[in-house]
Each structure stands twice: as structure tokens, then as C-alpha cells.
């Protein structure tokens, strides 16, 4: 029988923002604004296991795993 599993949120499909470097821009500004992209794709990452973990959890499957 299926299971009806809640809709995925949003903001866990959205792709991760990109930095297009500013001709003549610094290469530190540069790897900063990557450094803060890839901190808040890691942050959202993170929230969405959790949903997910908690989601299977209910339905039996256990916490956090890779799947195996």
C-alpha cells in the first residue's frame, strides 16, 4: 500500500546561488561570497535532512541514515 508522504518544502529545491565574479572585483570578495553561498546551501541541506529523517522516522524507517 503507499505511503502519501507530506510535500517536500520549497526552499529544498532551490538551487544554490552564484557568484559571478566583477571584472576588477578582489578575489577575496569573490571567495567570500561563495564561502556565504555555500554556508547557507550547507544550513538549508542540513534543515531539509532533518525533515526528511523525521519523515521516515514516523513511517517506521528509522533516524538519520544514508539509506543503506
Known amino acids: 500500500m503507499p505511503v502519501a508522504l507530506p510535500p517536500w518544502p520549497d526552499w529544498c529545491r532551490r538551487h544554490m546561488r552564484r557568484i559571478v565574479p566583477v571584472s576588477g572585483g578582489s578575489a ?3 571567495q567570500l561570497g561563495w564561502e556565504v553561498s ?3 546551501q550547507d544550513a538549508r541541506t542540513d534543515a ?5 529523517d523525521k519523515r521516515r522516522a514516523e513511517y517506521g524507517g ?5 539509506g543503506n
Open 28 to 30: 577575496a570578495h569573490d
Open 38 to 40: 555555500a554556508s547557507q
Open 62 to 66: 528509522g533516524g538519520h541514515g544514508t
Open 48 to 52: 531539509c535532512a532533518e525533515i526528511y
